[in-house]
């Protein structure tokens, strides 16, 4: 079965420093991964997603992820943040069998600090 | 830019009630999915549905539970008798296509308080 977990369930960071949020995956395949990011009282929204190309994914808003199979990590970085990057950040694997459904990382609370 | 609707944003029921929650996914999209969040937990699959019919549910989806695309544009998801520990965020989301690498597009959720 496939899941991922993301390590922290909390991240503070003052602005203009570098963000990580990290996210460990399991999967017996190559992996469809995703981040989501959900601010308050809004859906989900994509960030960014590794469908075996690159590894090195760069998404909107300046966040940029790795793939790493050795590692079985995809974590999310950003340099520099900014206060609108608060909010709730959910890393997504794509189920291989079925229908595709995602299953979501427990998320990762990132709060910047002025 | 096309986005996935639902409404109500909140709704609030008795326990023992029926709800209906709705959605309105993109319009070339075929693959339709609801998910809920309990508070302080994590997004968990309930069910996806194509080509007007379910494809895929979890253990959570039982007989309680059904979804439907009445008229072309709006996924439904029902509750025959709500319970309290339904009380969650329910997400509806579209994909264009079947495959792992199709990202899905979620409507803003709908806020369901049993009770």
């Known amino acids: 079965a496939q899941s991922v977990t993301q390590l922290d369930s909390h991240v503070s960071v003052s602005e203009g420093t570098p963000v990580l949020l990290r996210c460990n995956y399991s999967?017996?395949?190559?992996?469809?991964l995703f981040w989501y990011v959900q601010h308050p009282n809004k859906g989900l929204q994509l960030l960014l997603k590794?469908?075996?190309?690159?590894?090195l994914v760069k998404g909107i808003n300046g966040f940029e992820a790795e793939f790493k199979k050795s590692e079985t990590s995809f974590h999310l970085t950003k340099p520099s943040a900014h206060m609108s990057d608060a909010a709730e950040y959910f890393c997504?694997?794509?189920?291989?069998?079925?229908?595709?459904?995602?299953?979501f990382g427990t998320g990762t609370r990132l709060k910047v600090l002025a | 830019e096309p986005e996935v609707t639902q409404t109500p944003s909140h709704q609030v029921t008795q326990m023992g009630q029926e709800v209906i929650l709705r959605c309105v996914p993109i319009?070339?999209?075929?693959?339709f999915y609801w998910y809920r969040q309990i508070l302080g937990q994590k997004v968990e699959f309930l069910v996806s549905f194509y080509n007007n019919e379910i494809s895929e549910k979890s253990e959570i989806f039982d007989d309680q539970f059904s979804v439907e695309r009445p008229d072309g544009s709006n996924f439904t998801l029902k509750i025959r008798s709500t319970k309290l520990e339904d009380s969650a965020m329910y997400f509806c989301?579209?994909?264009?296509?079947?495959?792992?690498?199709?990202?899905?597009?979620f409507g803003p959720g709908t806020r369901l308080t049993v009770l």
């Open positions: 319009s070339n999209h075929l693959y």
């Open positions: 997504v694997v794509s189920d291989r069998i079925g229908t595709y459904k995602y299953i």
């Open positions: 999967s017996s395949y190559s992996p469809s």
């Open positions: 989301a579209s994909s264009e296509g079947g495959a792992t690498y199709n990202e899905q597009f």
């Open positions: 590794y469908t075996s190309a690159a590894t």
